[in-house]
C-alpha cells in the first residue's frame, strides 16, 4: 500500500485531490492536516484517514510514501521540503511556491533525494496535447510567444464567492486568493496554469519581463499584462484575466511562432493546429471534451510514480519557470512597468 498525507486539506484539496487518492486500491490515507478542527474532523471521518492534525510537522513522523501539499501558497516551499528531504514523492498545488530561489532548491531537493516533486497542472495530463510538442519541433526556432489565460474567476479574487462552489462542505480561504503576502492574485492564482503548458511543452525560460497591472482595492491583481524576453532571444506576449463571466468556461490561448511555422493551442475551443509553409496546415483531432479542465492526473500519477510507474508531466524544472516567471510579472507591476531581470544563475536540472 501506498501511503498518503494532505498537508493543507482547504476546498481543492477536499473536492480533488482526496477522492482522486481515495478511489485508488492501491492508496491507504493515512494522515491530514489542516486548521480548524470542525472541518479537520469532517475530513477525517469522510474519508477515513488514521492520523488527523493542525499541525503539519506531527505528520513528518508518520510512515508514508507520498504527500500532497495543497496549502496557502506562502507555506508550500515549506513543507513540500520537508516531505522531500523526508522521501516522499510529493505533489504541490500551483503556484509551487512564491520566490524564484524558494522554486529552484525545491528542484534540486527532490535531485539530491531522488523523488520526483510534481505541480498540481492538471492539463499537463490531458490526452493529446502533448502533441503540441511534436508540432512545435516543425516550425524551427522559436522567435515570438503568445500565452493567455482568462477565466471566471473575479467574485474569487475581487471578494466573495464561487455559486458553483457554495454546495461544497469545505469552502475557499478567501485569505489564500485575496492576500498579497500569501501569493493572492490572478497572476500567481490562474495565469500559472497556461505557464504550466507553456514550459512543459518548450524549453523556454523568461529572463526580462516589463509588465502592467490591474489591482483590486486590495493591491492583489485581477488583470495582467506583460512583455518578455526569453533566454533564447525570443519576444512574448503574457496576458491573464479574471473577467470571463460565470457560466463560461476558461479561455486558454498559446500561439508560438517559429521561423519556419506557427503552432496555435486554443483550450476553449479545443484547437491545436500547425502552420507551415507554403499553406500547409495540420489540424490535430480532439475527441469532445478533452481538455475540459480537472485535475485528477497529477494526483493519480504521484501514486503512479511511488509504485514505480509512469511519467512525471509536471516536474519541479516547469514550476520553477513559472514561479520565476509570476514574480517577475508582479514585481515589474508593481515599479510602474520597469524592467525587471531574471536571475539566471539556477540551474535547469530537471527536464
Not at 493567455?148 to 486568493?177: C, N, V, Y
Request: net charge negative; glycine share 10%; proline share 4%.
Amino acid at each position: 500500500m501506498v501511503k498518503a498525507a494532505i498537508i493543507g486539506a482547504g476546498h481543492f484539496a477536499y473536492r480533488m485531490h482526496i477522492p482522486v487518492l481515495a478511489k485508488r486500491n492501491e492508496v491507504e490515507l493515512d494522515s491530514v492536516c489542516r486548521l480548524g478542527q470542525k472541518e479537520l474532523n469532517l475530513i477525517k471521518d469522510e474519508f477515513g484517514f488514521n492520523f488527523a492534525t493542525e499541525d503539519w510537522r506531527e505528520i513528518l513522523d508518520r510512515d508514508i510514501a507520498i504527500a500532497v501539499i495543497s496549502s496557502p501558497h506562502n507555506l508550500h516551499f515549506e513543507q513540500a521540503k520537508a516531505f522531500l528531504e523526508k522521501g516522499c514523492h510529493v505533489l504541490v498545488e500551483k503556484p509551487m511556491c512564491l520566490e524564484p530561489e524558494h522554486a529552484w532548491e525545491l528542484v534540486e531537493t527532490a535531485r539530491k533525494a531522488n523523488r520526483e516533486l510534481l505541480v498540481a497542472y492538471g492539463w499537463n495530463y490531458k490526452p493529446g496535447l502533448d502533441e503540441m510538442r511534436d508540432m512545435i519541433a516543425q516550425i524551427g526556432a522559436i522567435e515570438h510567444v503568445v500565452c493567455h489565460m482568462a477565466s471566471f474567476t473575479r467574485s474569487i479574487f475581487a471578494g466573495g464567492e464561487l455559486a458553483k462552489w457554495r454546495h461544497i462542505a469545505i469552502q475557499p480561504d478567501r485569505s489564500t486568493w485575496e492576500s498579497p503576502d500569501q501569493g493572492g492574485g490572478y497572476a500567481y492564482g490562474q495565469l500559472s496554469h497556461a505557464l504550466g503548458i507553456l514550459y512543459w511543452l518548450t524549453d523556454l525560460r523568461c529572463s526580462s519581463v516589463r509588465s502592467m497591472l490591474f489591482d483590486a482595492p486590495s493591491t492583489i491583481d485581477l488583470h495582467d499584462a506583460a512583455a518578455v524576453r526569453f533566454d533564447n532571444g525570443a519576444t512574448g506576449v503574457f496576458s491573464g484575466s479574471c473577467g470571463v463571466p460565470h457560466g463560461h468556461g476558461f479561455e486558454v490561448d498559446i500561439r508560438i511562432y517559429g521561423s519556419t511555422g506557427s503552432v496555435l493551442l486554443d483550450i476553449e475551443t479545443q484547437r491545436l493546429v500547425l502552420k507551415l509553409p507554403d499553406g500547409e496546415t495540420k489540424v490535430a483531432e480532439v475527441p469532445d471534451g478533452a481538455w475540459a479542465y480537472s485535475c485528477e492526473g497529477p494526483a493519480d500519477r504521484l501514486v503512479d510514480i511511488a509504485l514505480g510507474n509512469g511519467k512525471n508531466e509536471s516536474p519541479g524544472d516547469v514550476g520553477a519557470r513559472a514561479v520565476e516567471t509570476l514574480h517577475a510579472i508582479i514585481h515589474s507591476g508593481q515599479s510602474n512597468g520597469a524592467e525587471f531581470k531574471i536571475n539566471q544563475t539556477h540551474k535547469v536540472s530537471e527536464t
